[in-house]
């Protein structure tokens, strides 16, 4: 088994240690925000699948308050005749009814799958909804959608990898965030 190699990146976005201190920020404004709120109930973070995982564990971690994890799978038809349309692979299987509500996700790109997940789980009068992305990718936006809590913003439209985000399924496991080299895809 080889490991990865230097060359299949072209920079580093954001260090490991630059990722666990925003992602400790985050936690401690949602634990500010959120125990403003009505009720002694725990949050459902809901992780979308399979970006999410590292964040998701990494912010409930850093928080001392009351939070249930849950997981839904989603599906986006990419380079096809239906642009836009997610497909909902699996559902989560917590009632979301009179609930606390924070999607969780890597990054927001057109916006399409928050748009599909807020529609979702909006239908299902939860006490609240809000979402928690590690990375808005700006320039990318087709469909604005309201993301509460954003990690870092890209300016710039770079396909990137590491803690969580993938190209063909690898560098998920990556503890920091870089640029995947456009050689590795346009092999
Ligand atoms: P959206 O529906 O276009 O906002 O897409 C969000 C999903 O696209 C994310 O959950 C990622 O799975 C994927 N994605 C978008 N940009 C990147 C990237 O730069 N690297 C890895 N995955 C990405």
Redesign the pocket.
């Known amino acids: 088994m080889k490991p990865y190699s230097p060359d299949e990146f072209s920079k580093t976005l954001w260090t490991a240690e630059q990722i666990q201190q925003r992602v400790r920020e985050l936690s401690e404004q949602i634990r500010a925000d959120y125990a403003e709120m009505e009720g002694e109930d725990a949050i459902v973070a809901v992780g979308?699948m399979?970006?999410?995982m590292p964040f998701m564990a990494d912010l409930g971690r850093y928080m001392d308050i009351a939070m249930e994890y849950d997981l839904c799978w989603?599906s986006?038809y990419v380079n096809s005749d239906r642009p836009?349309e997610?497909e909902l692979v699996q559902d989560v299987r917590t009632e979301l009814e009179g609930r606390h509500v924070l999607v969780v996700?890597?990054?927001?790109?057109?916006?399409?799958?928050?748009?599909?997940t807020n529609e979702l789980f909006g239908s299902r009068n939860p006490a609240s909804l809000r979402t928690c992305c590690l990375?808005d990718?700006k320039p990318?936006?087709?469909v604005e959608?309201p993301v509460e809590y954003v990690g870092f913003t890209?300016e710039e439209d770079?396909?990137?990898?590491g803690y969580g985000?993938?190209?063909a399924g690898r560098y998920r496991n990556l503890p920091y965030i870089g640029v995947?080299h456009p050689r590795m895809y346009q092999k």
């Open positions: 979308l399979r970006g999410a989603l986006s836009g997610i996700e890597d990054i927001v790109d057109t916006g399409h799958t928050l748009k599909f990375l990718k990318r936006r087709e959608v890209m770079e396909f990137v990898i985000l993938d190209y995947l």
